[in-house]
């Protein structure tokens, strides 16, 4: 097929638009990715390499499902084990660093009494944030999306067997329709608590957001390690 007759190929455009939104219906939910891009957007580090690899982690999953994985059946068992172990133990490790992080703040947030002088003039800042190196944000954002196992449940299983309705060539421009549709949802998160970042500047916020990421680290690390068995 030409170029020229792809274009006014109303399948092919109904494929592309289809897996755009097959991808923003399934990377929507709040897991674990999500969660670590919107903690980098709200420290307002690197939230843009973070959003570009986390995108980029996608399109090697998509590629992989779409191209390959969805026309040999799926992924060996064995395989996917590994993959389920290799990601419960990142996500320990990522909740045990907010978990710290969270306990720490116990100790250092001040405490406010009814006496007229005991407001401390610092209270209102936001927390002096550790920076985060350009190589760490992208090892961080391809942890999150590589040893993601619901990522790969999401590419392989969702959008790879759903590319088969489309044939051949369909199915390739649904995967760049999913493509699309992960770029599309990253950035604009991005760009939201980017601009939210610049709002919260209080440390108590911080404290519990960092209570809260680790829980849902090891509530999702164990919801794995289930599957395992």
Known sequence: MTLSAALFDSTLWQAL???????????????????????????????????????????????????????????????????LGAGALFLFAYGAQAGKRFIDGMRSLPIHTDGPDTRLSGVNKGPTLPAIS???????????????????????????????????TGGQIFGAGAIVGSAIWFMALALAVGMLGKRIQSARVWHWLDGAVAIMMWVTAVLLLRGLF
């Open 134 to 168: 350009r190589q760490r944000a992208v090892v961080m954002a391809l942890g999150f999306s590589l040893l993601n196992p619901h990522a790969w449940i999401d590419t392989t299983v969702i959008i790879g067997s759903a590319s088969l309705a489309y044939g051949e």
């Open 17 to 83: 638009f289809a897996g755009m939104a097959l991808s923003l219906v399934t990377i929507m939910a709040l897991g674990p990715q999500n969660v670590h891009l919107i903690r980098m957007g709200l420290m307002r580090q690197q939230v843009g390499l973070t959003a570009i690899t986390c995108t980029f982690g996608d399109i090697i999953l998509i590629s992989f499902s779409v191209f390959g994985l969805s026309q040999l059946g799926g992924m060996n068992d064995k395989i996917m084990g590994a993959m």
